[in-house]
Every structure is written in C-alpha cells, then in structure tokens.
C-alpha cells in the first residue's frame, strides 16, 4: 500500500511540474527559485495526502451506516424469533394447562365422639398435580401423591380433585381411586363429572425422545396452581427408585423444575404430547428446592399399565 501509494504521488507530482531547464538551472545555480520548487512539491504532495485521506474517511462513512444498518437487522430478526418463541411458548400453554388437575390429600379429624368432622374443618396433608386421561373422568397421578389414601384403614383420608372444564368452568370432585401401580408409582383416580366435558390430554411417546430437545412442565408446586416450567430432556434411560423401593427403569431425565407439588403431572414436547409424568427430582440438602435434576416416568410406561389399572385395578403383572 505504502509503494502504490508513493508511485501515485510521484506520478501527480510530475504531472504538475514537468521538466524546465530554467528550473534545472536555477535548482544547480542555488538560487531563490529552488525554494519556489521545494514549497510547490511540498504543496502538492500534502494535497495529494489529504485528497487521499478524505477519500479513505469517506468510504469509510459509508461503510459504517451499511454495518450499523446490517447489525440492526440481525437484533430485529432475533427479537422476531423470541416473539416468535414466547407466542409457541403461551400457546402450549393456554392449549395444555385446562387438561392439569389439582390433587389435595385430606385428612378427616375426629371429633371428641370418635365420629367424623366435616370436610371443612380437614387438614390438608400434602398436594399433587395430576392430569385428565379421558372423558369419563379417569385422572393419572403418581402414586405416592395419594399413598395416604390408598393405605388409609380408617377411612380418615379423602382426596380433592380440582380442574376445569373444556368450557373453562372450575370445579372441584372427590377422587375415588380406581388402581394402583406402586412399583412404576402411578395411580388412576376417578372423578364425577356430572356431564362436564372434560378436556384429555394428547398422548406423545417417549420412544424416540432426544437429549437436547425442550420439554416443558405443568403442575402444583408448592400449592401454585396450573404453573408453568421450561426445560430440555437432560437425560434418558434413568434408574430411580419407587415408592416400594423396586426401580423404575427408562426414566427421563430434565432441568425443567419440578418441586414439591409438581408430582403427577405431565411432561410435555414442544407439540403439547405428553411425554412422561412427573415424578421427583434431587433437592439441595436442607433446602427442599430441586437441583435442577429432575425426572419423570416415560408415558410410553404409562400408556402399558393405565388401561389395566382402569379395568382391573392392578398393573397386568401382578393379575397372575
């Protein structure tokens, strides 16, 4: 740059000041015109500098608006794309959330005559999420959610179920178990519903889930309903242990949180198909807050030993 540079200099400075033997003679002769001839090249050339200058400067000014101009339609596609992806995110939502039921376990005191209180002055031992099966009114749930009840000897134990309609309408039943698969801890209960329409949730797979891929889940925690957590599948192929302590085999393993509460509801795909049901997760010692290792039972698990539990009670296993 610096060598085509001179050259250019060179050749504007000889096109403006050609040989003249008055000049030769008087730059040898010493006399005054020499400092005439220096002052004009040295004219020349700084023209010629800041003539090069300004149009480096100025190319450079258009360049920078053209950058600016790019830059600022790079943030406008990426603000586009997480509009894009909270509008996907709101949608899954509002379309999955009415298909989520709230579980309480409740335990009826007795009075000084050994006799049963009223639901209203009961004690609420524990809380779940669970999710609607079917129109008929069957609710899947991990079985640990309603382990109370489905031990209860005493008749002190009730479940509340509450949920809404397909027309968006709340309404709370007792939910009266029908199986009970403590080894994959999932349990079926049933609810009344009085000609409602209720609105099921849309079955997925679990069979060709990637690590990677985001998942999201509903529920309770903490007594928070209808709560929304976002995550991706961290893991797949887990061992965790049930509630009988036997194993639950090709648990999925995710980030997205599930705390207390949170037990029995669904895992979902980006489709809004329910993946897996959730069903624990690893807490911080002391803190009881989730490490952001949690884990839910495949639906592919779920779809095997639900219809049993609807029509005979127990998974198919343990019918011989």
């Not at 004219?43 to 950058?67: D, H, T, Y």
């Not at 002391?286 to 290792?293: D, I, K, P, Q, T």
Request: with cysteine; net charge negative.
């Amino acid at each position: 740059m610096a060598l085509a540079s001179s050259k250019a200099f060179s050749s504007i400075f000889y096109a403006l000041t050609p040989f003249n033997p008055s000049n030769y003679v008087l730059a040898c002769s010493g006399s005054n015109h020499v400092n005439v001839v220096d002052r004009r090249r040295r004219i020349v050339i700084f023209g010629s500098s800041l003539a090069l200058a300004s149009s480096l400067i100025g190319s450079n000014q258009k360049r920078l608006p053209m950058e600016s101009a790019i830059a600022l339609e790079q943030l406008k596609e990426k603000e586009d794309e997480l509009e894009e992806e909270e509008e996907r995110n709101v949608n899954l939502f509002q379309k999955t959330s009415p298909s989520v039921v709230y579980i309480e376990a409740i335990e009826l005191p007795k009075t000084s005559s050994g006799e049963f209180s009223d639901e209203e002055n009961a004690k609420i031992e524990g809380t779940g999420s669970g999710f609607v099966w079917d129109k008929l009114g069957h609710i899947v749930t991990n079985y640990h959610v309603i382990a109370k009840l489905a031990t209860d000897q005493f008749g002190l134990q009730r479940c509340k179920v509450s949920l809404v309609d397909a027309t968006g309408t709340r309404f709370s039943k007792q939910g009266k178990i029908v199986g009970l698969d403590p080894d994959n801890d999932l349990a079926v209960l049933k609810i009344e519903t009085e000609g409602r329409e209720l609105k099921p949730v849309v079955l997925g797979t679990s069979n060709d889930l990637r690590v990677g891929q985001s998942c999201f889940a509903i529920g309770n925690p903490y007594g928070y309903e209808n709560t929304l957590t976002i995550g991706v599948v961290s893991g797949l192929g887990r061992e965790i242990p049930s509630p009988n302590g036997k194993s639950i085999r090709e648990a999925i393993q995710t980030d997205a949180d599930i705390n207390s509460g949170n037990s029995g509801g669904p895992l979902l795909d980006s489709y809004g198909h329910t993946i897996g049901v959730n069903t624990a997760t690893f807490t911080r010692k002391g803190s009881g807050m989730s490490s952001g290792v949690n884990f839910a039972i495949p639906i592919n698990t779920a779809v095997r030993t639900v219809p049993y539990l609807i029509v005979y009670g127990t998974a198919y296993r343990d019918r011989f």
